[in-house]
């Protein structure tokens, strides 16, 4: 069992960390996500020019979207399956609703969370 979590952020070229941050293993990685956002991406966005913020499924959060939307700033992330909306339209879509991405993968994008489109 994890004694500690690192949070961290890196820049997307090199890769270097910009933010980190060491947790208690029993930090709610939602909310640690969310207090990032709100207390420390807007001085990396400014001092970064970054236009995306990519996250794992932690990310995906009404509070986290919310305040990324009223930042101007984007991201991907993946839409955790316990979400009652999303397994209801992974279970009811057709192969052919899919787009082709390359290399035999496909996807669909529909987004309407939190009252962000």
């Known amino acids: 069992m994890n004694q500690v979590v690192l949070e961290l952020i890196c820049e997307n070229i090199a890769g270097i960390p910009v933010y980190m941050q060491a947790m208690s293993s029993n930090t709610n990685d939602q909310k640690a996500f969310s207090d990032v956002i709100l207390h420390h991406v807007p001085s990396l966005k400014s001092a970064q020019q970054s236009c995306?913020?990519?996250?794992?499924?932690?990310?995906y959060t009404a509070e986290s979207i919310l305040a990324l939307h009223q930042q101007e700033q984007l991201l991907v992330t993946r839409v955790p399956m316990m979400l009652k909306n999303l397994k209801y339209a992974v279970s009811s879509l057709k192969t052919d609703q899919l787009d082709a991405l390359g290399e035999g993968?496909?996807?669909?994008?529909?987004?309407?969370?939190?009252d962000v489109l």
Not at 52 to 59: E, H, N, R
Not at 105 to 114: L, T
């Open 52 to 59: 995306y913020f990519i996250g794992d499924a932690a990310l």
């Open 105 to 114: 993968y496909s996807y669909r994008f529909e987004a309407d969370y939190a």
